[in-house]
């Protein structure tokens, strides 16, 4: 089974303490919600930085993406707070 | 139509960047420098970013500008990395033919920024607490203004 790379940014990244991952491709019929509620269940930081869906932000492949969307095609996904930039 | 965007830690010149719109020959140059306000005490600001994404939605914003204004060039940088209160964080410059265009490209610019572009802010104060900068309601209908 292909690859996902997931990137952490801001406090996504401190509370789960590591800037990514590779995991097993979840598959093209799961959604970014769905994986994010498989990650925060692994609980610590992980339940922390995920356990709020509402509050996070993502992008598949450098892309912003609402977080209902398919992970099918997806090789790059990264999960992160609002941007707060400029 | 030139593009420059530049994302890093080093502090820029702003006259370098404004004589680079003005070779481009147009009537017009306008910008916009951000500087970080020292509020609240607040001793450093650290910004993370995601290097990948910002080139490609610079890229897009980019664009999306062209489509609406005739532009002869855009040159953005942003800094990012540990900043103190009085230093420059951020650029925007246009160029064009016509003020109208360059002054309103340049705000549509650093308004897609704050809401597009992949940064993120932490702020810590004198006191020893420090925070990731919440997003602003305001920042966010500045930007939806353009898409009228």
Redesign the interface.
């Known amino acids: 089974m292909a690859g996902l790379d997931i990137?952490y940014?801001?406090?996504v990244?401190e509370s789960i303490g590591k800037d990514g991952e590779r995991i097993d491709h979840p598959g093209g019929a799961a959604t970014v919600a769905d994986l994010v509620t498989i990650l925060a269940a692994r609980g610590g930081g992980y339940g922390e930085a995920l356990g709020k869906p509402d509050k996070l932000r993502a992008?598949i492949d450098?892309?912003?993406v609402p977080l209902n969307t398919k992970l099918e095609g997806a090789k790059?996904l990264?999960l992160?707070?609002?941007?707060?930039?400029? | 139509m030139t593009i420059s965007c530049r994302i890093g830690e080093v502090d820029f010149d702003p006259a370098a960047e404004i004589a680079a719109l003005e070779a481009l020959g147009g009537g017009g140059v306008a910008t916009f420098t951000g500087i970080v306000r020292g509020d609240d005490g607040l001793v450093t600001l650290r910004l993370d970013h995601y290097p990948a994404m910002t080139q490609a939605q610079v890229d897009r914003v980019a664009a999306k500008a062209m489509e609406r204004w005739p532009l002869l060039g855009i040159r953005i940088v942003h800094r990012v990395g540990a900043l103190k209160p009085g230093e420059r964080i951020v650029f925007v410059g246009t160029a064009s033919r016509h003020r109208t265009a360059a002054l309103e490209s340049c705000a549509y610019l650093i308004d897609w920024l704050k809401t597009n572009a992949p940064f993120w802010k932490k702020e810590s104060f004198a006191d020893g607490r420090s925070a990731w900068v919440e997003p602003r309601a305001e920042d966010d209908a500045k930007a939806a203004q353009w898409e009228e």
Not at chain 1, 80 to 86: H, I
């Open positions: 990137l940014f801001a406090w990244r992008a450098q892309r912003f790059e990264a992160f707070p609002p941007v707060t930039g400029g």
